[in-house]
């Protein structure tokens, strides 16, 4: 009889409101179990960091639409809020929650596994933000390993590997948190909003992402995808989203966001748009990117 069961095989495949709210006892048993197969496991899951200095170009609405939308197509997700905002929290429908954050870890208190909760979603988990945020750009900056304080808080969870993909949604600007980010993931995800100064920001975080592999924070980063999103056909918007495609070619995603007033509302009812508007234009194009992302990252198959 196997001592371990896989990663994948010890999380349910359908869990239910009740048992889903069992899971960080669950997870943190898991984290600490150090699976035959991490190896395996640990070439799959993905780091994504969800990032543009930009602020309101569709960042959160990403993050917490594509990670809906994966973890219903069977992907396990966790949706690391970086933003003291919390805006992607409480898109969630989850209330401000004290000490829940990554700036415990970041500071050297505790670990990232204790920080995971359960949504009401099977296969989707969350590490909330908080205000104590704020405080990770003032305390952490002071460090010399500023740079890879998350990287380092990450480094079990890449080595169990509980999750196909962690997604971290990012705070609007340069800061600690995002450079943090940058130096944690696999690959950066930008979102675009469909304007020309979209493009000026573009050059900026490409720039940013060179210094973070050039001074050896993480040399492996690429830029793994550009979405464009809040879409109005109009000419502006379609000679933007020709720009971007001259010089991120294949990167810039095939589905487009379009704008959507669902869209802008769905968080103020702690819902995903999945679940707002099931059959709407936003949650089709949700639903679309997720299997356009899963298309360039296939899951392991369940028997692996
Ligand atoms: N496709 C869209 N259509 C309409 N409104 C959108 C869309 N995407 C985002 N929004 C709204 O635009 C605002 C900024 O989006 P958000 O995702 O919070 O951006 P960021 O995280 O980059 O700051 C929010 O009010 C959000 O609800
Ligand atoms: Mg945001």
């Known amino acids: 009889m196997p001592h371990f069961r896989t990663a994948r095989q010890a999380f349910p495949q359908k869990t239910s409101r009740s048992r889903a709210l069992l ?20 070439a799959r899951m993905k780091i994504i960091a969800v990032a543009n200095q930009k602020g309101g170009v569709g960042k959160t609405t990403t993050s917490v639409n594509l990670a809906a939308c994966l973890a219903h197509l069977g992907a396990r997700i966790l949706l690391i809020d970086l933003d003291p905002q919390a805006n992607a929290t409480s898109a969630l429908g989850f209330p401000p929650l004290e000490g829940q954050s990554v700036y415990g870890p970041l500071i050297g208190h505790g670990t990232l596994a204790e920080k995971v909760i359960p949504t009401r979603w099977p296969h989707l988990w969350l590490i909330p933000g908080d205000l104590e945020l704020v405080g990770a750009e003032i305390e952490v900056a002071r460090a010399d390993d500023h740079l890879t304080r998350l990287r380092a808080a990450m480094q079990p969870l890449r080595d169990d590997a509980p999750f196909d993909f962690i997604l971290l949604d990012c705070p609007p600007s340069l800061g600690i948190l995002m450079t943090n980010a940058l130096a944690a993931a696999d690959e950066l995800l930008i979102p675009l909003q469909c304007e020309y100064f979209a493009l000026e920001g573009l050059g900026k975080i490409s720039q940013v992402v060179d210094q973070i592999r050039d001074c050896g924070a993480n040399p492996q980063l690429i830029i793994g995808g550009v979405l464009m999103t809040m879409f109005m056909r109009n000419n502006l918007a379609t000679s933007v989203i020709g720009e971007v495609q001259t010089h991120f070619g294949e990167v810039i995603f095939k589905t487009v966001i379009p704008r959507s007033v669902r869209l802008a509302e769905a968080p103020s009812h702690g819902q995903p748009i999945l679940e707002y508007e099931p059959t709407g234009l936003g949650t089709a194009a949700y639903k679309a990117l997720a299997t356009e992302f899963l298309q360039r990252h296939p899951l392991p198959s369940p028997a692996a």
């Open 23 to 42: 899971t960080p006892i669950r997870l943190r048993a898991i984290i600490l179990v150090k699976h035959p197969d991490a190896a395996t496991f640990r």
